[in-house]
């Protein structure tokens, strides 16, 4: 057995081989190194700019947001499948919001309660579209980063919420 760790989130896998995907914050596997040659971008030396603090701000209250409307879906649900694909997803936008908070070294916001929908193809539209402005927008944050480490992370949650989106799409 060997020990991985993700160079976005920082978080350790264990096993015989890398996976295909973090299972924490779903980074795909080029992110995926052997324990003793990670570098999480968190843990990477240099400032952040002004801009990037303000885009990665926004992307904080966007996680934060993200799985709290998540966990009320999973409320929502009847389905134990979809019941727990909206907790998993819930905790990986969770765990995006807690490596901006390690990026700009500060706490954890309290999280809000959002309002979902009754129905679960209500809430699979909200989630495309909730899914599609984050890919949007990080795309937009990555190329206005200035630091390799935040366009790093801007890259790979761009990644993980497009597969957000084919994901919902396989249940619609």
């Known amino acids: 057995m060997r020990t991985f ?6 978080d350790a896998y264990l096993g015989t081989e ?8 779903g980074a795909d596997h080029s992110y995926i190194k052997p324990g003793a040659e990670a570098n999480p971008v968190f843990k990477r030396a240099g400032e952040i700019g002004e801009k990037s603090k303000e885009n990665l701000m926004l992307t904080l209250d966007l996680e934060m947001k993200a799985s ?6 999973a409320g929502k649900t009847e389905k134990f499948e ?25 706490e954890m ?22 899914e599609e402005h984050a890919t949007s927008l990080y795309g937009r944050f990555a190329a206005e980063s200035e630091e390799e480490k935040v366009k ?5 949650l761009m990644k993980v919420e497009a597969e957000h ?8």
């Open 82 to 106: 979809i019941k727990q694909m909206y907790k998993r997803l819930a905790k990986v936008e969770l765990e995006h919001a807690t490596v901006v908070t390690k990026l700009l070294g500060i």
């Open 5 to 10: 760790i993700c160079e976005i989130c920082g």
């Open 68 to 73: 709290a409307i998540y966990l009320c879906m």
């Open 18 to 25: 890398a996976p295909s995907k973090c299972p924490f914050c």
């Open 109 to 130: 916001p309290k999280s809000s309660v959002e309002e979902c929908g009754d129905e679960d193809l209500e809430n699979f539209e909200k989630t495309v579209e909730l």
């Open 165 to 172: 989106i084919e994901l919902i799409r396989n249940y619609m």
């Open 152 to 156: 790093t992370f801007f890259v790979a």
